[in-house]
Structures are given as structure tokens and as C-alpha cells.
């Protein structure tokens, strides 16, 4: 009987020299959390999960020899059981200086999105002040809710929130107008776009990387590996990260940036640099004109009332001498009727802006003032000028001020945009 377990020993010992000598090793096993995130994540009932993420990291378990144990749930699950060591590896996580208390990030983004907000088609909630006293669905600990909530907060906008596990059932509460909005990663919209009645909003806010982690006290080298698989494969065409990028987002990738904006923003910029030169050949034309006709009276006046700007002069002694229709009508006052600068200000004292400096130019005898500002015409609508003002005689050789105010309005909302 000795004999025998001796030899069941020896047996034993030659199997695993056997196995080494052929290089086979046992797969590593590693816990991945993931909840229902499509395009990036399809849970299935039957285990068989699908989609860009899914596909990546079971690329990086063959080349590993791993044996992935899929871990899902709801966000809020799979993220207190990572926080707790519970997972090797979490999905679908955006960097925070809070969750740093609990997580170690991946240094590689997975892919990029931002907080986008969601409504019914026959909605009108457009921005976010439109969102008062409404609905709004969000995934419980979901960073876009979180920023959702921040942005409502600086806006002063009390908005009623409805948590939900995850944005399946946030979009199915929109469908059935259970809530006004619903908040979700621009990616993971998508997706809902093609499968529910819904539309996006105006409301895009805080773009953010998609990550992985793990837990702080967890000695292991997931992160590092998923990191030079991403670094690598980032930039290469024929790459499993590739080919499941356009396999799953393929479409999305081309409607988020279409070929027409690019021309459009391209064809604003030509128009703004010829408005530029258009409004300095202005400007020196109208000098010209008033130089050479300043002794024709009426030839001068239906000149400047062709210029679609602000034209007028005022005296040494406050008198407005000379008003173009475009000034008149921003004053409030007619252009055959003379007028002074003390009556203009006791009616509307906002216009003080425009007659600033004309003191200090008559004084130093010499000089142009050029200056912007915003102020608001006879009709209360905000206008913003580009000033210019330089000093001449009149007919009587009294000592004046030219000012030419040339609109700017739409060419300032153009480079907010």
C-alpha cells in the first residue's frame, strides 16, 4: 500500500512537469464590473454580454490568459462592490477628486463623452432655465447626474430629481412622460435616440474620459495592462480596439462632428475677417467724404445717412450739430431737429458712454479715441459699438467732436459662438 501512494505521487509530480514543459499555465481569473450601458456594454439574461467595451477586454484576456468573471448589476452595485475590493476591475468610470478617496484610474481614456439631456420629441425645454420645477431622471451615482445637478445649482434652477438603476429605465420613464428629461452620457444617448420617441436638448456640459479602476488597496497590475493595450492599439487601424470602435460606433462617430459644421465655422471666419477690412475701408471712406465735403451740407447728409452706422458731431459747446438717421433713431431724437448732449442725458443719462472723452480731445487738440461699448438704443434693444472719435471744425470753426459708432453686435455674438 506504501508503494502505491508513492507512486500515485510520483504520477502527480511527472502530470504537472508534463504541463509546465508544454507551457501551459492556468488562466488568471478577474472579477470586471459592468452595468448596461449600450453601445459600450449590452447585458445579456444569458450571460453573454456584447458590446465595444466588451469586446476589448475579452481581446485583452486572450492575449493575457485571463478568465474573465463578469460581474453586473446596477451602477450603484457594481461601484460600492468595487469601492469595497469586491472586483478587480471597474468599467465605464470617469475620474473625480472624490473618488480618488477609494479609486486608482487607468492613465488611458476608453473613450470621451459628455452630460447630454434628453426630452420627448414634442418638447419645448430647450435650455436649462426651461427645467425649473420639472423631472429630470438621473442613474443613481452617475458623474453626468452629478453634473447635471451642478449646473441646475449655478443656474439657480430647482429641478425635481427622480433617481433610477439605470438608463434603461430612465428613458422608458420619458417614454411614458413619467419625467420631463432624463441626463446620460452622450455615448450611451445614442443609442436610446434609434430606440425611444426622444430628442437631445441644447444642454451639453462637462465633457469626460471613460476610464477603468480599482480599488485603492488592491496590489495589482490590471490598470497597467489595460493602459498599454489601449496606448497601443489606440493607433492601430487593423486593431481590436479599432474594428470594435466601428463596429459599434461607427455611425455615432460621424454625426457627432457632421462634414457641414466644419464649413460652416470655416465660411463665419472668412465673413468675420472680411467684415474686419470692410469696417476699416468704412471707417477711412466716411473720413475722406467728410473731409472733402464738409462744405456741402446736404451732399454730406445724404452721404452719411447711406452709411449704416452712427454718425454725429458734437461742439465745444455741447450742440449736436450734425446727427446721421442711423444716430438719430439710436437717441430717439429727429435729424432735422437740433438738440444738445444735456438734453439727450436728461432723458436717457445710459448714453453718457458715448459722449466720453470729447472733453479731453477738444482739450489736447489732438488725438483719436477708439473704444467698444455696450449700450442700448431709443428702443431699449442692446447694441454693441465700435467707437471712433477725432476732432475737426465745422463750418464756423468751432472746435468739435466726430464720433462714428460702428455696429458690432452680430460679429461679437459670432466669436462667442
Not at 44 to 67: C, P, R, T, V
Amino acid at each position: 500500500m506504501r508503494y502505491l501512494n508513492v507512486l500515485l505521487i510520483v504520477l502527480i509530480y511527472c502530470e504537472s512537469l508534463l504541463a509546465q514543459g508544454d507551457g501551459k499555465q492556468q488562466p488568471v481569473l478577474v472579477k470586471i464590473g459592468i452595468t448596461h450601458a449600450p453601445p459600450l456594454i449590452y447585458l445579456s439574461s444569458d450571460l453573454q454580454h456584447s458590446g465595444m467595451l466588451i469586446d476589448f477586454l475579452n481581446a485583452i484576456a486572450k492575449e493575457e490568459n485571463w478568465k474573465i468573471q463578469w460581474v453586473s448589476g446596477s451602477w450603484a452595485e457594481v461601484y460600492d462592490k468595487a469601492k469595497n475590493g469586491q472586483l478587480d476591475v471597474l468599467t465605464y468610470i470617469a475620474y473625480s477628486l472624490e473618488r480618488t478617496q477609494y479609486f486608482k484610474f487607468s492613465h488611458e481614456s476608453f473613450i470621451t463623452g459628455w452630460g447630454q439631456v434628453y426630452t420627448a420629441k414634442n418638447s419645448n425645454l430647450i435650455n436649462i432655465l426651461d427645467f425649473n420645477n420639472k423631472k429630470v431622471a438621473l442613474v443613481t451615482d452617475d458623474i453626468h447626474g452629478f453634473g447635471f445637478k451642478d449646473l441646475c445649482s449655478k443656474f439657480n434652477v430647482n429641478c425635481r430629481v427622480e433617481y433610477v438603476d439605470n438608463y434603461d429605465s430612465a428613458f422608458k420613464l420619458l417614454e411614458k412622460n413619467n419625467v420631463d428629461g432624463v441626463v446620460s452620457g452622450s455615448t450611451v444617448g445614442f443609442t436610446y435616440e434609434n430606440k425611444f420617441n426622444i430628442k437631445r436638448t441644447s444642454i451639453m456640459y462637462r465633457p469626460t474620459d471613460s476610464l477603468f479602476a480599482s480599488a485603492k488597496h488592491l496590489k495589482n497590475d490590471y490598470l497597467i495592462t489595460i493602459d498599454k493595450y489601449l496606448s497601443d492599439w489606440k493607433t492601430d487601424a487593423n486593431s481590436p480596439y479599432a474594428l470594435s470602435k466601428i463596429k459599434w460606433l461607427g455611425t455615432h462617430e460621424v454625426t457627432r462632428i457632421p462634414m457641414w459644421l466644419y464649413g460652416l465655422v470655416i465660411f463665419i471666419v472668412v465673413l468675420l475677417i472680411m467684415a474686419f477690412f470692410l469696417v476699416r475701408l468704412l471707417r477711412k471712406k466716411i473720413k475722406e467724404q467728410i473731409k472733402k465735403h464738409i462744405n456741402q451740407t446736404k451732399q454730406l447728409n445724404q452721404i452719411i445717412n447711406l452709411v449704416p452706422h452712427m454718425i454725429y458731431v458734437v461742439n465745444n459747446q455741447g450742440n449736436v450739430v450734425l446727427v446721421n438717421k442711423f444716430a438719430s433713431k439710436h437717441f430717439g431724437i429727429p435729424d432735422s431737429v437740433s438738440t444738445t448732449t444735456h438734453d439727450i442725458l436728461e432723458k436717457v443719462p445710459n448714453y453718457h458712454s458715448l459722449f466720453e472723452g470729447d472733453n479731453e480731445l477738444l482739450k489736447n487738440n489732438v488725438g483719436v479715441i477708439n473704444k467698444e461699448i455696450t449700450t442700448r438704443n431709443h428702443n431699449n434693444k442692446k447694441i454693441t459699438f465700435n467707437i471712433s472719435k477725432v476732432r475737426f471744425e465745422t463750418l464756423n470753426k468751432s472746435p468739435s467732436i466726430l464720433t462714428v459708432g460702428v455696429d458690432v453686435t452680430e460679429e461679437r455674438f459670432y466669436q462667442r459662438k
